[in-house]
Nanobody, 128 residues
Framework: QVTLVQSGGGSVQAGGSLTLSCAVS????????MAWFRQIPGQDRERVAV????????DYADSVKGRFTTSSDKAKQTLTLQMNNLSTEDTAMYYC?????????????????????WGQGTQVTVAS
């Protein structure tokens, strides 16, 4: 289990951009499965992006494809979520998550309850 500390987020006008960062407390090994989730009060956490460090495979929710990009920097031990062309529907609390998985296929299928490590969350608010 690792400690994840988030930064970034805040408020922006629709059409704007924000960057979220997630600092990882230890080296990001190739078998790390890392994801970004978001949650609106009263709703389940929605996975918006997932990546497997070893082969750099990534997948995005349909609602954010073409607008959000997740990346990792092993040297800086950081996971980043770049969010462009934001809309009011992107308003939510965003969380990064990490877990150890043996392959991309094993990572891709994981839901929120199966991730062991979580960041503290950061609010993203998009105004119309």
């Amino acid at each position: 289990q690792v400690t994840l500390v988030q930064s970034g987020g805040g408020s922006v006008q629709a059409g704007g951009s924000l960057t979220l960062s997630c600092a990882v407390s230890r080296y990001i090994y190739d078998n790390y499965c890392m994801a970004w989730f978001r949650q609106i009060p009263g709703q389940d956490r929605e996975r918006v992006a997932v990546s497997y460090i070893g082969n750099k495979h990534r997948d995005y929710a349909d609602s954010v494809k073409g607008r959000f990009t997740t990346s990792s920097d092993k040297a800086k031990q950081t996971l980043t979520l770049q969010m462009n062309n934001l809309s009011t529907e992107d308003t939510a609390m965003y969380y990064c998550a990490a877990d150890i998985r043996t392959s991309w296929n094993d990572c891709y299928i994981r839901v929120a309850s199966e991730f062991q490590s979580w960041g503290q969350g950061t609010q993203v608010t998009v105004a119309s």
